[in-house]
Nanobody, 126 residues
Framework: VQLQASGGGLVQAGGSLRLSCESS?????????VGWFRQAPGKGREFVGA????????EFADSVKGRFTIAGDSAKNAVWLQMNSLEPEDTALYFC???????????????????WGPGTLVTVSS
């Protein structure tokens, strides 16, 4: 499975961005649990949010709850991370990741995911 995140850019604090994660595989994106992670300069990779259609559920880190949402379109084989009320602390390289099984949901750790794509950079100016 190849994943590609896109949609990053420069935005002012309080603004919004929508990141997209597209999958190139023979399976529908709804067959996967898809997670978003981010890595700020000089820091480790941290969980942002995830979605699984099999359990009709989403999960978010406390730092983004109420500001970020996740949705997807199986017809377009894409998952979106809608980021609102962005803060300078949200500046990071954002990655999407996927796994097939939804057993033991939620998946908030890097090791929970098998497939990863290259990141897209989000910069929030103050």
């Amino acid at each position: 499975v190849q994943l590609q995140a896109s949609g990053g850019g420069l935005v002012q604090a309080g603004g919004s961005l929508r990141l997209s994660c597209e999958s190139s595989s023979g399976r529908s994106v709804s067959d996967y649990a898809v997670g978003w992670f981010r890595q700020a300069p000089g820091k480790g990779r941290e969980f942002v949010g995830a979605i699984t259609w099999r359990r009709d559920s989403t999960e978010f880190a406390d730092s983004v709850k109420g500001r970020f949402t996740i949705a997807g379109d199986s017809a377009k084989n894409a998952v979106w991370l809608q980021m609102n009320s962005l803060e300078p602390e949200d500046t990071a390289l954002y990655f999407c990741a996927a796994r097939l099984s939804s057993r033991n949901w939620p998946f908030t750790g890097e090791n929970d995911y098998l497939y990863w794509g290259p990141g897209t950079l989000v910069t929030v100016s103050s």
